[in-house]
């Protein structure tokens, strides 16, 4: 059967089910199978596939990274101060549209996979009188986490993009960072930018609340800062840095008199039907790579007439949409652009971009899941605003795919 008719039927089973309210990890699952059926049907297959996925330590760095950012969340909304944080940046940012785009992005700095879940609880925070659809809150939070994918030093894609490609970090940045800014844009447009926001009346605080909210803020960004700074200097991954804030906290908490218990925090984190979605994600990525999936769409479109550039962008979107992580279609579509010239830098932007696209329309995506469990949100009318920044993207980097 032809690989693209196969793919097709593999969404249209991920559709069809999601639109039955089947747990998203249940969808992802079936949609495997399906795929090891119509390419491989050795049971082998799915065992290596299995033992690969839990064997993986990047499995565990997952799950665990996610577990102990929902403990930090606790931690901080338990002890208020995550509502301190949010009045007080109230306070030194009048206007709310602001808040909501750039505490997801500066959150999105640290890029700890399933890291949307620390950010949600800000942009519920943010917007409780703005009458705002789940969907809508979703995407905001979702889409202004991403931004940093084509210009953060210690994002895993970029990594590994730049060493595939054998140019400096320097060269990478200064070809592809401007679509930072372009995808800021794109998602002011699409998800801020139409937002009303009716006049609210002054509050009077009282010195002491004032200091009480601004210590809140503290310890916020301390927090977030203090992993950012593990994982960066001392290269530690994201599970093991997280738990160290985590635990750190937990002291100085009860020192500031905020005091969150041990059951409050390791008991409330624990989410098993989280943890098993993206258990069935993983494994449905991993079964992609063992029926030798990817290899068939690279190999069937390089036997097309399509031009290279077209092709590049065409794979590298279709695999970000399979296995929802920039290292996935990284990975598997940067040697190919590298083979065809070392230093090859439009088409490695072409690459990343489309690459990154396919990673946020697509359920495989962590950050997604989490987000839309947080908001308990519809899927589709996430996806669809997502949808309308990511064309605007297309355009603009259509007509001019290189930095200015």
């Given amino acids: 059967m032809n690989i693209f008719l196969i ?40 065992a290596t596939a299995f033992v690969e996925t839990f064997t993986m330590t990047r499995t565990y760095d997952i799950i665990f990274a996610l577990y102990f950012i929902m403990c930090l969340e606790i931690e901080l909304r338990k002890s208020g101060a995550l509502t301190d944080m949010v009045k ?38 943010l917007s409780p009188n703005l009458n705002l659809t789940a969907e809508y809150k979703a995407a905001i939070n979702f889409w202004f986490r991403h931004l940093f994918e084509f210009s953060n030093p210690i994002n895993p894609g970029m990594l590994l993009a730049y060493n595939i490609l054998g140019v400096t970090f320097g ?15 794109a998602g002011w447009l699409v998800l801020i930018s139409p937002i009303k926001i009716s006049r609210e009346s002054k509050i009077f605080e009282t010195a002491e609340e004032i200091s009480h909210e601004q210590h ?18 001392g290269g530690l991954s994201a599970s093991i840095s997280t738990f160290v804030v985590v635990a750190a906290l937990y002291f100085v908490l009860r020192a500031v008199g905020r005091v969150v218990t041990v059951k409050e ?20 990525t991993q079964i992609l790579e063992v029926t030798k999936v990817l290899t068939e769409i690279i190999a069937a479109f390089q036997a097309s007439p399509l031009p290279v550039p077209v092709i590049i962008a065409c794979v590298s979107l279709i695999v ?19 083979a065809m010239g070392t230093g090859n830098l439009n088409l490695a932007g072409v690459a990343m971009v489309f690459g990154v696209a396919g990673q946020m329309l697509t359920p495989t995506h962590v950050c997604l899941i989490v ?8 899927l589709f009318g996430t ?4 949808l309308f920044g990511e064309l605007l993207i297309f355009v603009v980097f259509g007509i001019y795919p290189k930095a200015p």
């Fill in 383 to 386: 996806l669809k605003l997502v």
């Fill in 265 to 284: 925090i390791f008991f409330g984190a624990f989410d098993l039907k989280m943890t098993l979605n993206i258990c069935c994600i993983l494994y449905f």
């Fill in 216 to 233: 809140g803020l503290i310890l916020a960004l301390m927090s977030v800062t203090s992993i950012f700074l593990i994982v960066v200097i």
């Fill in 320 to 338: 970000g949409i399979l296995t929802g992580i920039s290292q996935g279609h990284v990975a598997i579509i940067m040697p190919i652009v590298a």
């Fill in 171 to 185: 060269e990478f940045i200064r070809h592809l960072a401007w679509v930072t800014p372009l995808a800021f844009v």
């Fill in 88 to 125: 007080a940046l109230r306070r030194i940012f009048s206007n709310v549209k602001i808040l909501l785009a750039l505490m997801p992005a500066f959150l999105g700095m640290l890029p700890s996979v399933g890291g949307a879940r620390f950010s949600a609880p800000i942009v519920e925070e």
């Fill in 7 to 46: 793919l097709s039927l593999a969404l249209l089973i991920i559709i069809v089910l999601l639109r039955f309210k089947i747990q998203i990890g249940v969808c992802m699952l079936v949609s495997g199978l399906f795929i090891w059926l119509t390419c491989s049907q050795k049971f082998m297959d799915l």
């Fill in 371 to 378: 987000t839309l469990d947080y908001f308990k949100a519809d």
